[in-house]
T-cell receptor, first 111, second 116 residues
């Protein structure tokens, strides 16, 4: 049983560019959340998707957007990249009160 | 708004010694509480969680945590630390809604070093 899988593992982008990160939730999970973890800090909640709708959003600008597909997989898009967007982006999946599982993350470096 | 405080940025213990990592939370209702561990360059692995019921929760790798509502705390403990426990530990509180934990708010983490 595969856990939460994310791609790509690492990527480097230039300021102003756009990036798309992908996440496949754990089998049977219908809710996907995205977190940003800057170096030396705890993860911060970006948003959560359920039934293809954004259900909740953290304190992130509109440059951060997402999507959930009918198979529950999800994408995180970040436009107009800033140096400060460099971080580990974590995807988490869950089903109701079940355990919230995290993927290994996607390391984004903006230069 | 919910918040989590982990007062200890860095803790060093000797292998075989006992461990307690502190976590205090702020949340208006009954919280969902979690402890995660993160090794360098890795994602988060769940150690244990508290949703309701018994306030002493057992987790993986010999860890346990106790929910104390009166102190707004959820401290993580282990009776005997192994060198492989060296990692960053995060406490998190989950906003509960309709029985599901929605957004998680994390503390800033405690870095654990284990001496041989």
């Amino acid at each position: 049983d595969a856990g939460v899988t994310q791609s790509p593992t690492h990527l480097i982008k230039t300021r102003g560019q756009q990036v798309t990160l992908r996440c496949s939730p754990k089998s049977g999970h219908d809710t996907v959340s995205w977190y940003q973890q800057a170096l030396g800090q705890g993860p911060q909640f970006i948003f959560q998707y359920y039934e293809e709708e954004e259900r909740q959003r953290g304190n992130f600008p509109d440059r951060f957007s997402g999507h959930q597909y009918p198979n529950y997989s999800s994408e995180l898009n970040v436009n107009a990249l800033l140096l400060g967007d460099s971080a580990l982006y974590l995807c988490a999946s869950s089903l109701l009160r079940n355990t919230i599982y995290f993927g290994e993350g996607s390391w984004l470096t903006v230069v | 708004a919910q918040s989590v405080t982990q007062p200890d940025i860095h803790i060093t213990v000797s292998e075989g010694a006992s461990l307690e990592l502190r976590c205090n939370y702020s949340y208006g209702a009954t919280p969902y509480l979690f402890w995660y561990v993160q090794s360098p360059g890795q994602g988060l692995q769940l150690l244990l969680k508290y949703f309701s019921g018994d306030t002493l929760v057992q987790g993986i790798k010999g860890f346990e945590a106790e929910f104390k509502r009166s102190q707004s705390s959820f401290n993580l403990r282990k009776p005997s630390v192994h060198w492989s426990d060296a990692a960053e530990y995060f406490c998190a509180v989950g906003e509960s809604s309709s029985g599901s934990a929605r957004q998680l708010t994390f503390g800033s983490g405690t870095q654990l070093t284990v001496l041989p």
